[in-house]
């Protein structure tokens, strides 16, 4: 049996699905990397790995396929990558120099492009011979219009690749294919797609083209997040250097290990356990983080002149019926959700970079 086996490499995670005829055979992940990693397969208990880095979390995985698919054969592996750049606007093989131009991408995603290349390097001593190919968080938002692609900075930063890039397109990209299968009438529209988990963005969508995204230049932009900050204005971080004497690595820290509903509640960075909380602090972050997606949706609607849909996916717009709720209330000015229709489509980046094998853009 030949197959595809798809990588998502995070910060602490690396998740991977395998196919075979278009069909997902085993999925799982490996989290927790550092000193107490687990390996998760799909309907079976979790196994402890111990001290784990990506190299080694692939190795585990890949020692996980054989007795389950003792007759599978790796004809093609395929990957996440977080940053594309203006070069790479679909999937693409992962040659020398390739990963040569993705490496001077690290500054533009310092928490996902080591990662992710990291893993492609590990795949690739792993299966010299097997063609590689990388799909890109990126590349979902080069359709944007110029004024929503730049800054209001001197024209020459933009011609060196200062811009609003946008994340997570192959999440966006999953859910604009979903809705022209299930929903044609709705792809066909002006729709806002809200996919909230520890990284969250919200992108407009119109005729299934992305036009607009909360995140910009880097992850860090738009709603705030599990542990990034969300939108700041650029005087804090002048303010950080000049006045608090911060190095450019405590801010890069604070800003993206910090921040978010972790540092507005001081307790945790996970939706579920603020939930959970009677602290008021708990109670503050999940308030400013539905604020701030009312916010971002009332700006993405004006952007499409106008809304036909509302989607929620990710782990906290799939699971969470109240944060779901609170981000609706106030929004009925927008026709949600009577005239306008709330949808909830669980997100599924893997089979999008599944699909890249049949792409012919590659």
């Not at 809705?179 to 729709?191: F, I, N, T, W, Y």
Request: glycine share 10%; charged share 20%; proline share 5%.
């Amino acid at each position: 049996m030949s197959g595809v086996l798809t990588l998502n490499a995070g910060s602490s995670s690396v998740k991977f699905s395998v196919w075979a005829d278009e069909v997902r055979v085993l999925e799982g992940q490996v989290d927790g990397l550092g000193p107490d990693a687990k390996l998760r397969i799909k309907g079976e208990d979790p196994v402890a790995l111990g001290i784990t880095d990506h190299a080694r979390a692939l190795s585990e995985i890949l020692g996980a396929l054989g007795p389950r698919l003792p007759a599978l054969k790796i004809t093609g592996v395929g990957h996440r990558i977080a940053h594309g750049g203006v070069d790479f606007v679909g999937p693409t093989d992962l040659t020398d120099t390739v990963m040569e131009k993705l490496a001077l991408l690290v500054p533009f995603a310092p928490l996902h492009q080591p990662h992710n290349l990291a893993c492609v390097r590990a795949a690739q001593q792993a299966f010299p011979e097997t063609r590689q190919i990388g799909c890109f968080d990126t590349a979902f938002h080069r359709s944007h219009p110029w004024v929503n692609d730049t800054f209001g900075l001197p024209r020459r930063f933009y011609d060196k690749g200062v811009r609003r890039f946008g994340f997570h397109g192959l999440s966006y990209d999953y859910i604009t294919s979903r809705l022209e299968r299930d929903h044609p009438e709705l792809a066909a529209g002006r729709v806002v797609i809200a996919h909230l988990g520890n990284g969250a963005s919200l992108c407009a969508v119109n005729h299934g083209a992305s036009v607009a995204s909360t995140m910009g230049f880097s992850a860090l932009d738009g709603i705030p997040m599990g542990t990034r900050c969300g939108q700041l204005d650029p005087g804090v971080l002048l303010y950080f250097m000049d006045q608090l004497h911060m190095r450019p690595e405590e801010i890069t820290r604070i800003l993206y290990k910090e921040s978010g509903l972790l540092g507005l509640s001081g307790i945790s960075h996970d939706m579920r356990t603020l939930e959970a909380s009677d602290a008021s602090e708990a109670r503050q972050a999940i308030e400013y983080f539905c604020f701030r997606i009312r916010r971002e949706i009332g700006a993405l609607a004006t952007t499409l002149a106008g809304l036909d849909a509302l989607v929620f996916c990710g782990g906290i717009g799939e699971n969470s019926e109240t944060i779901r709720a609170e981000i609706l209330s106030g929004l009925e000015f927008l026709g949600l959700p009577d005239r306008v229709p709330c949808l909830v489509i669980p997100t599924d980046e893997e089979s999008v970079i599944a699909r890249a094998f049949k792409s012919e853009t590659v």
